[in-house]
């Protein structure tokens, strides 16, 4: 397995700069999130992001990621880490997605990477873990934890869609 500062190095090339982001929605673009967002989250939410997941964030940020290592395309809608203020506003119900699906994700969830159409996968507590990937619906696991969710994703941008049924 890969370690962070890899996996970190690796996604950090497409960080951007505000006025370059976001560009295409095929293009790998992140644009970092400063430590101000992410306390605004806390005071919003009273909840925190794992503490990876907001080292992610600041290091290379939220934004697409469709475009593996190895060529492979995302095809369908293109899918992003989500930024502090969306996680918030879809955990506060603020989103059309809670129209469209009433039980979106589960109160102790914290949703983070978006795949469209009210779909996005959730970090949730197990086993001691606070950083353990999963669909928000039914107990599918999608990774053990957040890095090797990076790990996977870095060579294969749909390798979730498979596993949770999108």
Known sequence: METNETLFAYYRQFSTIKSEYPGSISENKFLPVDAEEIRKFRLLTKKALPEIYEEFLMEVGSGNYNLGADGILATEDPSFFMEPEFIADTMGRKTDDWFLYPDLIADDDIPFFYLGEGNMHVFRCLDGRNDVVCSPFGDVIIA??????????????VFHRKLSGW
């Open 144 to 157: 053990e934890n957040f890095l090797t969710f990076l790990e996977l994703l870095k060579y294969d941008p």
